[in-house]
């Protein structure tokens, strides 16, 4: 929602209030703990998570499930702008949550990877037409002949636009964002992780500081402070910077404390004394 701006469909349970659900996952761990789903007419969905550590979940931002339940498959490099899909990367990445990446999402690919299935007759014609009634709760997707060009899941095409082009991670439009991920994951392992093992739960908390701007602090496992200071919107806004060198700034951060769009800025601070 955040970088896609979409809302239809099973969309609309994370179309209110976006950046706080992001601050509670990256805290708590579920955006949703009980709490009554639009999508689902108020039925409550989720469980209490807050008392479990980061490391008991895995943060990511697409999957198999999120991209191959689309209609065509589309992936974030598809649906965001570049300076957007860096952002998220970059929280991605380096906060406590163990990070799962997508094949082919490290270097910013750009292939499908749309429902594909390989079943008899029967089952084939029940699978392709229940895809199709499924996105019937979707706006794009109210008109039957819209639904009509979802791909079908048994056409061997369909399997065929999925397979990756492994040659294109070394590509000049692919090979930035290969390394972009290896130099945050290199950052990670060495100043991140070690500190990670033994944090307990609730050892963190957010703060929506504007429309766009969104403030994490995590204590972890030494004492140390790891902040999050990200403006996830296209224009520049204020935000209260700590003192002291950046652990990594996804832009350049002029002087006077205003954060340029689609930035974060992490803060890695030793334990006080």
């Excluded at 990200?230 to 204020?238: I, M, P, R, Y």
Aim: net charge neutral; proline share 9%.
């Amino acid at each position: 929602m955040l970088v896609t701006g979409e809302h239809g469909g099973y969309y609309a349970d994370y179309a209110d209030k976006p950046l706080v659900q992001l601050g509670r996952c990256l805290t708590e761990g579920f955006a949703y703990q009980n709490d009554p789903s639009a999508y689902r007419g108020g039925a409550r969905r989720g469980e209490v998570s807050r008392g479990l550590p980061p490391t008991a979940f895995v943060s990511f931002l697409q999957n198999h499930d999120q991209i191959g339940n689309r209609a065509f498959g589309e992936r974030l490099t598809q649906l965001a702008a570049p300076e957007a899909l860096r952002a998220m990367t970059a929280i991605l990445l380096l906060a406590p949550q163990p990070p799962l990446l997508f094949m082919g999402e490290e270097w910013g690919a750009r292939q499908p990877f749309p429902f594909f299935c390989d079943f008899g007759p029967d089952l084939a014609a029940a699978v392709t037409a229940g895809r199709r009634k499924e996105f019937a709760r979707f706006p794009q997707f109210s008109d039957p002949a819209a639904r009509e060009r979802i791909p079908d899941p048994n056409a061997e095409a369909t399997f065929a636009s999925a397979v990756l082009d492994w040659q294109a991670k070394d590509t000049k439009a692919h090979a930035p964002w290969l390394q972009l991920y290896r130099d945050l994951l290199a950052l990670r392992r060495r100043l991140i992780t070690p500190r990670l093992a033994g944090m307990p739960g609730e050892a963190a908390g957010f703060e929506q500081l504007s429309a766009h701007v969104l403030r994490i602090d995590w204590t972890l496992n030494d004492g140390s402070r790891l902040s999050l200071h990200a403006n996830l919107g296209s224009d520049s806004a204020e935000a209260a910077l700590p003192g002291g060198t950046p652990l990594f700034a996804s832009n350049a951060v002029p002087a006077g404390g205003k954060l340029p769009g689609w930035t974060v800025v992490w803060f890695l601070e030793p334990p006080r004394s």
